[in-house]
């Protein structure tokens, strides 16, 4: 199908790339002045910034409760920009919507970021956020059975390497995983997946932007070749907590997506693929305001609740919606 004509608008007003070096102070500047003023957010019960101790040391984080009870599930948010972009208030609005749908309370991890932390910076630090809230419990709220992982692109890999880690360090409290479009492939040879052919240019991301985008993460020492930087190469995937995995129709990324769907439960997992049809890479970010793409934040909420069925995207799970 052809790409939202909402989208389309906004992809023709797009400058087209003129292969300067990319600028990560200068474009997280550019995001960060489109973030909206604090009285159009969304309101919730409580919006509260915090420092998480961990391992890897003291991490900002945000903490969204979506009304007054008590006690809640937990879902830790990794928000995308191809771990040397987003922020915390880039991805404020997504942390709002999925603690209103879900009822859970969301914690944000404004993790390091690449070229100026070197790998594993960002991901040490996602982890540790995780431990930190199972060991948090009793001041969070935290219901005790119900702590859920999710991402956005870069922040969809973490997701992947965070629950890798956390079951080969027996840890095992992790009850979910949501990956909106992930990034789980470093390894950027257009001839690997046809979503890479079939998307490589006109839809916002482009194939072509995807090795000069990592370079930062790849440069600080992630080797493509590690399960933990591509947690698709990773041989085992048994034992993993349920998955929910979120692509898009119009993403160079979105086979990559589905592959590792599928290898998930081949190795015995329960995992669900939904394909968002007429949507590209950050539609969840950038175009939940369309209401079919907003779907995707309510499919979240009926997984990480146990409802079963689709909200808005086509199930490709071998034909049936799990």
Known sequence: ????????????????????????EAMRAGEAAQVAPLE??????????????????EVPVRIYTPVEADAYGVLVYFHGGAFFLGSLETHDHVARALAKESGYKVISVGYRLAPEAAFPAGLDDCYGVVRWAAAQGGSLGWDGKNLAVAGDSSGGNYVAAVTAKAHDDGFASISHQVLFYPSLDLDFDVNRYASLRENAEGYGLETAALLPFN??????GADPADPLVSPIKRMDLTGLPPALIITAEHDPLRDEGELYGLRLREAGVDAAVSRYERA???????????????GAIEETAAFLNGGAGLKGGAGLNGGTAQ
């Open 1 to 24: 199908m052809t790409i939202h004509p909402e989208i389309a608008k906004i992809l023709a007003t797009l400058p087209a790339p003129d292969g300067s070096p990319l600028n990560p």
């Open 40 to 57: 159009e957010r969304r309101p919730l019960h409580a919006v509260q910034d915090a420092m998480a101790v961990t391992a890897s040391g």
């Open 215 to 220: 370079a930062f993460y790849l440069q600080s």
């Open 280 to 294: 590209n890479h950050g539609f969840v970010q950038n175009f939940s305001w369309i209401p079919e793409f907003y």
